[in-house]
């Protein structure tokens, strides 16, 4: 699709300081999971995307929900709701934190 590409950058925090001095932080930067986006995420104004968790039942904002971005920012997305009760309605989603889920690699963080 021709139009501007906006490139959101994952920020991520480590639980517990003393194994962080163990590993860099560009090592998170590599962690692909898969309860976890991606550290570089790539958008486009009218791209479809779909919600994965469940934000807010009330507001149609639920897994599946079919999303189409209207503009996005360092700290805030808007987005057009599609195929719900409340069709066409404008919501605007902030980062939001995604713990890490129980690995072996030793570390916990957690990625906005």
Do not use: C
Not at 46 to 65: D, F, H, K, P, W
Not at 94 to 105: G, K, M, T, V
């Amino acid at each position: 699709m021709p139009s501007k590409e906006y490139v959101s950058y994952s920020i991520n925090y480590y639980k517990d300081l003393d194994t962080a001095a163990s590993f860099l932080v560009e090592f998170l930067y590599t962690v692909n999971l898969p309860a976890l986006p991606l550290y570089r995420l790539r958008l486009k104004v009218r791209y479809l995307v779909i919600l994965l968790r469940n934000l807010n039942l009330e507001g149609s904002l639920y897994n599946s929900t079919r999303l189409v971005i209207l503009s996005a920012s360092r700290k805030l997305l808007r987005y057009l709701i599609l195929r719900t009760r409340i069709h066409g309605a404008v919501v605007q989603l902030p980062r939001i934190p995604l713990p890490s889920p129980d690995i072996e690699r030793g570390v916990e963080f957690t990625r906005y």
